[in-house]
């Protein structure tokens, strides 16, 4: 199954520092954007398929919300990395901003969003997370972002999921499939760490929309992800020494292209 017409395609992330108003910020937009141009074409001509960006630097993340200064950077940075590259791009902004990304990615001319808490609720680290499908498919029709893709986290990494565990990973994908997700992306337990294949094979029967593997993903382990995976998210493996806080290291990423291509 093909995603953003592409068969298999290899998702990189890109990490952007710290934004304005957020603790870590260090006061110079200007060398964001110059660092998310450089990775973008660091990733592109190592031969990566797609880019993502992500403001995993703005700890700690509100919940459900971003300021208009975080979707405003957020756009222009998506804008700058997805026309630098010429790839198919697209956007996460934390924690579960998910109109604010939609909104961000019509703007850039953007090709999707990673969006969490699309369906179910779930307490992540932080608070509690109520589902949003209804809202946010209403709002991309409002603002004519139809062309935007919606791949939805389920049971998502760094959240408990106390309150849903009467129903597994198959029914959350099914309930992603009938509320008109684009595709669901499986993850570990938390940042790096692997999804179960078996959830993935479970969830790759039961539904007809594409599976995403969301983490964990490394040089050691791709042959068997790229078996059963629609796409894969690469982050923390393309950084130095494996740390997503870290610089792009381009011979980890020429050595994961290699293999897969």
């Not at 398929?49 to 950077?73: C, F, K, Q, S, W």
């Not at 594409?210 to 690469?234: E, F, H, M, Q, R």
Request: charged share 25%; with cysteine.
């Amino acid at each position: 199954m093909k995603v953003l017409n592409l068969e298999k395609p290899i998702i990189a992330m890109i990490h952007v520092d710290a934004l304005p108003g957020t603790p870590k910020y260090k006061g110079d937009i200007k060398s964001i954007i110059n660092k998310a141009r450089s990775e973008a074409v660091l990733y592109k001509n190592a031969g990566i398929d797609v880019l993502m960006i992500e403001n995993m630097h703005d700890v700690p993340y509100l919940n459900r919300n971003a300021g208009p200064e975080i979707t405003a950077i957020m756009s222009i940075l998506l804008y700058e990395v997805k026309n630098i590259s010429g790839l198919p791009s697209g956007i996460q902004i934390l924690a579960g901003a998910n109109k604010q990304a939609l909104g961000a990615a019509l703007a850039a001319g953007a090709d999707f969003i990673r969006a969490e808490g699309f369906v179910y609720a779930h307490i992540a680290d932080e608070g509690f997370f109520n589902s949003d499908a209804g809202e946010i498919l209403r709002f991309r029709k409002q603002i004519g972002a139809e062309n935007v893709s919606i791949f939805t986290d389920i049971k998502k990494k760094h959240s408990s999921h106390s309150i849903t565990d009467d129903t597994d990973i198959i029914d959350t994908a099914k309930a992603a499939e009938y509320f008109l997700s684009d595709g669901v992306i499986i993850t570990g337990s938390a940042t790096g760490k692997e999804p179960s294949l078996e959830e993935i094979r479970s969830v790759k029967g039961a539904i007809n929309i594409p599976v995403l593997a969301g983490s964990g993903i490394t040089l050691d382990n791709i042959d068997k992800y790229l078996k059963i995976c629609d796409a894969l998210i690469i982050g923390s493996y393309f950084k130095t020494a494996g740390d997503w806080k870290n610089a792009v290291e381009i011979k980890r990423v020429k050595e994961f292209v290699k293999r897969i291509k």
